[in-house]
């Protein structure tokens, strides 16, 4: 699983995807599809693909507009579940149809 089907992922299910980092910092993946670390104030010495490798949970979060009634729980899922779920997307699909055009 690659930063790229994480990103796909959140942009299709319009949710944020957590993940901590291994210096105790998270990547937050927003619905847009923007990976940032809130908490990074300097230029990273690490590298967020590398980071991705070694994560085992995910917090998903569905995107709500602000005052919601009734928003969805966020809910922690495994790497095989996150990565099953990435991987059942319509991505593969999608980039098939623009090769054959």
């Keep these: 699983m690659k930063l790229a089907d994480l990103r796909k992922l959140a942009i299709r299910k319009q949710t944020r995807?957590?993940?901590p980092l291994a210096n105790g910092m998270?990547?937050?993946i927003n619905e847009q599809g923007v990976a940032q670390v809130p908490a990074?104030?300097?230029p990273p010495s690490f590298n967020l693909e590398d980071e991705l490798a070694g994560a085992a949970s995910f917090?998903?979060?569905p995107?709500?507009?602000a005052g919601t009634r009734n928003a969805p729980k966020p809910?922690?899922?495994g790497r095989a579940e996150v990565a099953a779920m990435a991987a059942d997307g319509?991505?593969?699909q999608t980039q098939d149809h623009?090769?054959?055009d």
């Design 40 to 42: 990074l104030r300097e």
């Design 75 to 77: 809910s922690t899922l």
């Design 98 to 100: 623009h090769e054959d």
């Design 59 to 61: 917090v998903l979060e």
């Design 63 to 65: 995107a709500v507009p």
């Design 90 to 92: 319509p991505g593969a």
């Design 26 to 28: 998270e990547c937050v």
């Design 17 to 19: 995807i957590r993940f």
